[in-house]
């Protein structure tokens, strides 16, 4: 949570703080941690995929963004109503690391891996994600993600980006391929 | 544009139709879409940056041509203008980079504004950080009297290089500068409170994203306030309605009309034509 690193009980300050805090007792090394991380990943993942065979409507949300490290990450999301509290509810399906390059249907493929994982296909009723073309081409994909909704924040974000020129045009050839652009409109 | 639109013509148009999706690309990647349409393969939507969402329109319906022609031509909007507020943030980022930068420069900011209680800092705002622009506009205001004190002070600074002072009179924000960036931040105000109001976790936000829509669109049509802010909502405006306008009658729209039908809070705000529409849908679903 605090993205502590796993061998953080074997660091030297936290071996004496143990040392007097409870004598004898030195703490689970990095593998154990890594270890028990591991199998706690499992046991939710399995208590979610319980929860969400009793609600019978899931829908989704996706994004796909890049880190200031050129990492590109891909969440989903599901949310749904509770049917023991009849509340609204939103739990990550999930967060990971997107490698290789980012078309339609790799995307897609990566989605409908994790539906399937959570036995999610035919339960989807709306899918929610932002403009960028490739995650559209991702889920037009009807029979599954059913309605497909864009993300009005995302939007108003590319309003506001776009019509006050906020920031500098980032590389030459995109630039160009505006104006061009805008040649265009101009015919 | 002419091509594309010809292109979305030719197409038969039928909502439930898979591959009527793929016409649904960006107008961006128009040129992109007619190389590999015949193929029809996943791969033209491959994007290469993070940016990708702005490669594409919100929903570029069938009366593409129409809505394009709608933002060539609305109002008499003076492109040096957004010239003038890109610039304008670029010189407020490079105050706040060059201060963050340096420690004697940091500190002496950190001294004026702990004299008028001042207990935050200046934050720089981020590309793909939502409303990050306009926090970073709020901070600028808070120590807008203190800037002015640091480019009073600063000749009299020890140990700041010619360079960071030079740098810093290069973006010395005028009061024409403080001006602009007021109205900017009023306006970009709106935008930040609908964003907060959307961005909720624990309610349903698909009805109030018709009441942010409509709420949106009227205060950028409100024209009655000074230059500044009515040249900026005419500079939103036309983007706005482009992003904004979902086809008439796709599902999307349907459904959002219905959801704002049936929550207490939107439900009086609901245009005429948008009931009619949302009642029409659910009466069919039912």
Redesign the interface.
């Known amino acids: 949570m605090d993205a502590r690193p796993f061998g953080d009980y074997q660091h030297p300050g936290m071996q004496s703080f143990l040392k007097v805090a409870v004598p004898g007792y030195y703490g689970p090394s990095s593998r154990t941690v890594e270890r028990n991380l591991s199998k706690l990943y499992v046991k939710k993942q399995q208590e979610l995929k319980a929860e969400l065979a009793k609600v019978p409507d899931i829908s989704i949300a996706a994004d796909l963004?890049?880190s200031a490290r050129n990492r590109c990450f891909l969440c989903i999301t599901s949310h749904y109503i509770s049917p023991t509290t009849h509340?609204?509810c939103?739990k990550i399906l999930s967060f990971r690391h997107f490698h290789g390059?980012?078309?339609?249907?790799r995307i897609?493929s990566h989605m409908l891996r994790v539906l399937k994982q959570f036995d999610l296909v035919g339960k989807i009723t709306?899918t929610t994600t932002?403009?960028?073309?490739?995650i559209?081409?991702?889920t037009?994909?009807?029979r599954v993600f059913d309605?497909?909704?864009?993300c009005?924040?995302?939007?108003?974000?590319?309003?506001?980006?776009?019509?006050?020129?906020?920031?500098?045009k980032?590389q030459a050839k995109e630039a160009e391929?505006?104006s061009a652009?805008q040649l265009?409109?101009?015919? | 544009?002419?091509l594309s639109a010809q292109l979305w013509e030719d197409e038969p148009e039928s909502d439930?139709d898979?591959d009527d999706?793929?016409q649904?690309?960006?107008?961006?990647?128009v040129s992109v879409n007619i190389n590999g349409d015949d193929s029809g393969n996943?791969?033209n939507?491959?994007?290469?940056?993070?940016?990708?969402?702005?490669?594409?329109?919100?929903?570029p319906d069938d009366n593409t041509s129409e809505s394009?022609s709608d933002?060539?031509d609305t109002g008499p909007v003076n492109p040096t203008y957004?010239?003038n507020?890109?610039e304008l943030?670029?010189k407020g980022r490079t105050v706040i980079t060059t201060i963050r930068k340096s420690g004697i420069l940091h500190d002496a900011v950190r001294n004026i504004a702990y004299d008028s209680s001042i207990n935050v800092d200046l934050i720089l705002?981020m590309?793909?950080r939502?409303?990050s622009?306009y926090n970073m506009l709020n901070r600028l205001f808070v120590f807008q009297s203190v800037l002015e004190e640091l480019y009073v002070q600063i000749d009299s600074l020890s140990g700041v290089t010619k360079r960071q002072r030079e740098k810093l009179m290069s973006a010395y924000l005028s009061n024409s500068d403080w001006a602009l960036l007021q109205s900017?931040q009023f306006v970009?105000e709106r935008?930040s409170d609908?964003?907060e109001l959307?961005?909720g976790?624990?309610?349903?936000t698909?009805s109030i994203?018709y009441a942010?829509?409509l709420s949106?669109h009227h205060f950028l049509n409100d024209l009655t306030d000074d230059i500044n802010v009515s040249i900026?909502k005419q500079?939103?405006?036309?983007?706005?309605d482009r992003?904004?306008t979902?086809p008439v009658n796709s599902?999307?729209t349907d459904?959002i009309s219905a959801a704002a039908l049936l929550d207490p809070s939107t439900h009086d705000i609901l245009q005429l034509d948008d009931k009619k529409a949302a009642e029409k849908f659910l009466i069919l679903e039912v």
């Open positions: 963004w890049r509340q609204s939103g390059c980012h078309f339609g249907s897609r709306a932002d403009n960028g073309s490739d559209k081409n991702a037009r994909l009807s309605v497909r909704f864009h009005l924040a995302h939007g108003l974000d590319l309003v506001v980006h776009k019509a006050l020129g906020l920031w500098p980032k391929s505006s652009h265009d409109q101009d015919e | 544009m002419l439930d898979n999706d793929e649904l690309e960006s107008i961006d990647n996943d791969d939507s491959h994007g290469n940056d993070e940016d990708e969402e702005d490669e594409s329109t919100f929903v394009d933002t060539s957004a010239l507020i890109g943030m670029k705002d590309r793909i939502w409303n622009s900017l970009l935008f609908a964003t959307i961005s976790k624990s309610y349903p698909i994203v942010v829509k949106l900026i500079m939103l405006l036309a983007e706005f992003y904004m979902l599902k999307e459904i």
